[in-house]
């Protein structure tokens, strides 16, 4: 069985978040035992982060669907890496560029 990058959404990793202060929301890569982190750019405070979506926001919709097209975009590189022989997850941020 060939082992496949997980990819998943990660809020607050450095637990800073509060309903006064805002908290990135990162995307974790996870492939052999290594991790890479790649930022969305996206902040949020703590009360508006729930079961991996963005809530209670006046442009929470906006902002999922950012979400939503960044992990399109990871997941359609890492597709093309699987497809070429080679998944390098540490060169993931050139592919998407």
């Known amino acids: 069985m060939i082992n496949f990058p997980q990819i998943s959404l990660v809020y607050d990793r450095y637990k800073k978040a509060s309903p006064t202060r805002k908290a990135s929301i990162e995307i ?13 750019g996206i902040r949020v405070f703590s009360n508006q982060w729930r079961k ?3 809530v209670n926001s006046e442009n929470d919709i906006i902002l999922n669907k950012g979400l939503d ?10 597709y ?3 497809n070429e022989g080679d998944i390098d997850i ?3 941020s050139d592919k998407i560029n």
């Open 52 to 54: 991996n979506r963005i």
């Open 90 to 92: 540490f060169h993931i």
């Open 28 to 40: 974790r890569i996870s492939y052999n035992r290594k991790q890479k982190y790649i930022s969305t």
């Open 69 to 78: 097209n960044i992990l399109n975009k990871i997941r359609q590189a890492l």
């Open 80 to 82: 093309d890496m699987y």
